[in-house]
C-alpha cells in the first residue's frame, strides 16, 4: 500500500511560474523524501527532510513539513521547461521506502 | 563511476518464459532493491536486499525471485512470466549512514519488460 499520496496529479504552470505540490503520509516517520523522474528515467534524489526540521532549501526547491498534519510541500521557484517530469514524495514504512503516485508537472516555454 | 546500471533496457516475453534482470553498483552500497513502475502508481517493492547473501521480500514479492551473490549485483528473476508483470523494473542501491533502509536512494535507468 502506498504510504504518501501526492497531490495535484498533475499540474501545468508557465516557465518563471511557482508550482507548488503537495504529500500526504499515513503513519509516524523519521525523514521525507523527494524525488524527480524524467520521463523514462530513473528517479533522482532531490531532497531529505528529517522529522525534526520544519522546513529545507536547496537550489530552487523548498521543501517543508508540518508532522502534526502529516503532510509537507515541494515548492520549486522561477520553473523551468527543463523541470517538466514527476515528482514523488517517499516515506519510510518498517524496512523500506513507500513512494507516491506521483505529480506530473508540465512546465510550458 | 557509472552508478546503477541495469540490463536489458527492453524486453518482451511470452507468458510462461523465464528471464533474469540484472542490476549492478558501483557505488559499495550495502543495500538493494527492486521496484516496478505501472502507469499511474508509484514505485512499489518488490524484493529487497541488505547486504550479500541476504534477501527480504517487499511489498509484491509474488511470481520474483531474487539473489545477491556479490555485493555489487541483485538479480532479480521471473520463472514463468505472465501478463501481470508487464511494467518497468527499476533498481536502486542505497548506503544509510543510520543503518537503515530508509535513507537516500540511487536508481538504475529501468527495464521495460513486455509480456505476451
Known amino acids: 500500500s502506498q504510504q504518501g499520496e501526492e497531490d495535484p496529479q498533475a499540474l501545468s504552470i508557465q516557465e518563471g511560474e511557482n508550482a507548488t505540490m503537495n504529500c500526504s503520509y499515513k503513519t509516524s516517520i523519521n525523514n521525507l523524501q523527494w524525488y524527480r523522474q524524467n520521463s523514462g528515467r530513473g528517479l533522482v534524489h532531490l531532497i531529505l527532510i528529517r522529522s525534526n526540521e520544519r522546513e529545507k532549501h536547496s537550489g530552487r526547491l523548498r521543501v517543508t513539513l508540518d508532522t502534526s498534519k502529516k503532510s509537507s510541500s515541494l515548492l520549486i521557484t522561477a520553473s523551468r521547461a527543463a523541470d517538466t517530469a514527476s515528482y514523488f514524495c517517499a516515506t519510510p514504512n518498517n524496512n523500506d521506502m513507500r513512494f507516491g503516485a506521483g505529480t506530473r508537472l508540465t512546465v510550458k516555454p | 563511476n557509472a552508478g546503477v546500471t541495469q540490463t536489458p533496457k527492453f524486453r518482451v516475453l511470452k507468458t510462461g518464459q523465464s528471464m533474469t534482470l540484472l542490476c549492478a553498483q558501483d557505488?559499495?552500497?550495502?543495500?538493494m532493491y527492486w521496484y516496478r513502475q505501472d502507469p499511474g502508481m508509484g514505485l512499489r517493492l518488490i524484493h529487497y536486499s541488505v547486504g550479500e547473501g541476504t534477501t527480504a521480500k517487499g511489498e509484491v514479492p509474488d511470481g520474483y525471485n531474487v539473489s545477491r551473490l556479490k555485493k555489487q549485483n541483485f538479480l532479480l528473476g521471473l520463472e514463468s512470466a505472465a501478463p501481470s508483470q508487464t511494467s518497468v523494473y527499476f533498481c536502486a542501491s542505497s548506503s544509510p549512514i543510520s543503518g537503515r533502509t530508509t535513507d537516500t536512494q540511487y536508481f538504475g535507468p529501468g527495464t521495460r519488460l513486455t509480456v505476451l
Open positions: 557505488m559499495n552500497h550495502e543495500y
